[in-house]
């Protein structure tokens, strides 16, 4: 992954935390006494990126200095302000020039705590010559899972994972982690400065000319988007 190029998201207002991001931006919030953005940090450098960009918004100041003071002298940080409450269309636009054409990029959230093997997932989106290797994983359903056989219930599951979705089609759908290699030409496709959902826009044109392929993560994923995904992960200890 030297000289790899990756992506973090860390700009948003953390809305769906309530009162926990009025004063403190969401990557910011503590997981077992470390900052959720730490956790993507240590995964990124431990396995070698060297250049992390980080599209500043909400509280992006914060953000900064703890970036800097943390990991400063372990990679090329590249800052860039783009607005407070800018979609992430538009916040990939303004930081597209850092990005060296011809290269793939990894792009993340930083709300989510993650560990698999990212070298192996960009081998793949290299093999394949994709513009968009997509990742996906299992969750439990924070609401149980019933089970159906023949249009009668059969079994109600409160831990059981879910990966696969079928639809009436016959089609298997199938979990987005939010974790993706991008090729840079790929974003040529769509106009990332127009109030647009970027991952809808992006990967449903890249999917219609098929080059796009998908990466079963095996690992860890967890997703902090709410104050109770935040509670669970610190009463988890078996999770860190």
């Not at 054409?101 to 792009?107: K, Q």
């Not at 159906?148 to 994972?161: P, T």
Request: charged content about 25%; hydrophobic content about 40%; proline content about 4%.
């Amino acid at each position: 992954m030297k000289n790899k190029f990756a992506l973090l998201l860390c700009g948003g207002t953390g809305s769906r935390m309530g009162d926990l991001t009025k004063n403190t931006p969401k990557p910011l919030l503590k997981v077992k006494d470390k900052p959720i953005i730490w956790y993507a940090f240590n995964k990124l450098i431990n396995s070698g990126f060297s250049n992390i960009i980080l599209p500043l918004g909400y509280k992006g100041d914060l953000i900064k200095e703890y970036v800097q003071s943390n990991f400063g002298d372990k990679c090329n940080l590249y800052f860039e302000e783009t607005g407070e409450f800018s979609p992430i269309s538009q916040r990939i636009g303004l930081i597209k020039h850092l990005i060296p054409d011809n290269e793939s990029f990894f792009i993340l959230n930083s709300d989510t705590i993650f560990d698999f093997d990212i070298e192996k997932m960009f081998n793949y989106h290299i093999e394949t010559k994709s513009l968009v290797t997509l990742s996906t994983t299992e969750i439990v359903s924070p609401w149980g899972i019933m089970t159906i056989k023949d249009g009668k219930l059969i079994s109600f599951d409160r831990e059981r994972k879910v990966q696969t979705l079928y639809s009436s089609s016959g089609a298997k759908g199938l979990i987005n982690s939010g974790l993706a290699w991008i090729d840079k030409s790929a974003l040529n496709l769509i106009d990332l400065f127009s109030d647009v959902d970027f991952e809808t826009e992006l990967y449903k044109k890249v999917i219609s000319l098929d080059k796009a392929v998908y990466y079963e993560i095996e690992g860890l994923w967890i997703p902090i988007d709410t104050p109770k995904d935040l509670t669970l992960v610190n009463l988890n200890d078996k999770l860190l």
